[in-house]
Nanobody, 130 residues
């Protein structure tokens, strides 16, 4: 069963922090080489924000490096994204995603994942306000 369910989004003041979570099904957790977060705003392409692979190697977009931290809890099958020092540019819908596995062409998270993203959740909105 493919299931990724994000939570924890909301409104936060500029400079503040927020942690969003993604609960996944066993299938996704066990079969995915890597998982991560991407964000999207209307009429713009998605921006892959942070990825983590099976060995817990991580990779971040330059726009969030030093401010965001991706982590995962294997026992709970939950993926997290801790976001600090938030700016207005961080306002977006945030999606949890997992790769499609062998044969799913492309790469993701700036080459961290050898396959492109295939599975994603419904998203959680983050709004940074003044």
């Amino acid at each position: 069963q493919v299931r990724l369910v994000e939570s924890g989004g909301g409104s936060v003041e500029a400079g503040g922090a927020l942690r969003i979570s993604c609960a996944t099904s066993e299938f996704i957790w066990e079969k995915s080489y890597c998982m991560g977060w991407f964000r999207q705003v209307p009429e713009k392409e998605r921006e892959e924000v942070a990825g983590i692979d099976m060995d817990k190697k991580t990779l971040y977009a330059d726009s969030v490096k030093g401010r965001f931290t991706i982590s995962k809890d294997n026992a709970k099958r939950i993926l997290y994204l801790q976001m600090n020092s938030l700016t207005f540019d961080d306002t977006a819908m945030y999606y949890c995603a997992a790769d499609g596995g062998p044969g799913y062409e492309g790469t993701s998270f700036y080459g961290l994942c050898p396959w492109d993203l295939k599975h994603r959740g419904q998203g959680t909105q983050v709004a940074v306000i003044s």
